[in-house]
């Protein structure tokens, strides 16, 4: 059964620090993994989608990284912004049904 | 456009009461979800719906109908829920079920009294 582990979960920072999430998952026979952010009260919104083929995947201050074989992935969050604060949240889809499993996120505070 | 809309944004009913909660979306995504989140948890998966039929139930309550009239709308009914219903209902979308990206709608913020 896949798990999907994300620690800690909260993190404060300074803003400007350059900062990494971590996402680690027990099965490393996945297609893909997806990173989302998610406000209070709010939907998810995908922040990127990495390829089981890819090891990385860049969209503006965000990287993530994908690393199979140890199960795990990294978001990078380059030059952090109050803005930034928000939970995040790591997914990868498990079973014959790609159901998507989730980490229980982690809700970053980016202090000014 | 990566859109996904839900309405309403909230909805307050009581147990009694017959609701539904709406989703759409333009992309031409085949497969369309429907997720339950209670506070400081992550969605669980309620229902998915594959190329407008059924493909999932989690084992959700009868009181919880889904439908899904095309391959764009999504819809939601609820009737006679509990107080422990009232969470964030979010809908999904993805190009097909098998392990593309998903796309999340901004919820509805559902209050059972």
């Known amino acids: 059964k896949q798990e999907v582990t994300q620690i800690p979960a909260a993190l404060s920072v300074p803003e400007g620090e350059n900062l990494v999430l971590n996402c680690s998952f027990t099965?490393?026979?996945?297609?893909?993994l997806q990173w989302f952010r998610q406000d209070p009260g709010k939907g998810l919104t995908s922040l990127l989608l990495?390829?089981?083929?890819?090891r990385e995947q860049t969209s503006g201050r965000l990287n993530a990284s994908l690393d199979k074989s140890s199960g795990r992935s990294t978001l990078y969050i380059a030059a952090s912004q109050p803005g930034d604060s928000a939970t995040y949240l790591c997914?990868?889809?498990?079973?014959?049904?790609?159901?998507?499993?989730f980490g229980k996120g982690i809700t970053l505070s980016v202090r000014p | 456009d990566t859109e996904v809309t839900q309405t309403p944004k909230h909805l307050v009913m009581g147990m009694t009461n017959k609701k539904s909660l709406k989703c759409e979306q333009h992309m031409g995504h085949r497969a369309m979800y429907w997720y339950k989140q209670k506070a400081k948890k992550p969605p669980e998966l309620m229902f998915v719906?594959?190329?407008?039929?059924?493909?999932i139930n989690e084992s959700v309550p009868s009181r919880f109908s889904p439908e899904c009239p095309n391959s764009s709308l999504l819809n939601l009914h609820l009737h006679a829920l509990q107080p422990e219903d009232s969470a964030l209902y979010l809908c999904?979308?993805?190009?097909?079920?098998?392990?593309?990206?998903?796309?999340f709608g901004q919820g509805t913020r559902l209050t059972v009294v």
């Open positions: 997914a990868v889809p498990t079973g014959a049904n790609s159901k998507l499993t």
């Open positions: 990495i390829q089981s083929s890819q």
């Open positions: 719906y594959s190329y407008e039929k059924l493909s």
């Open positions: 999904a979308s993805s190009h097909t079920q098998l392990n593309t990206e998903a796309f």
């Open positions: 099965d490393s026979a996945i297609y893909n």
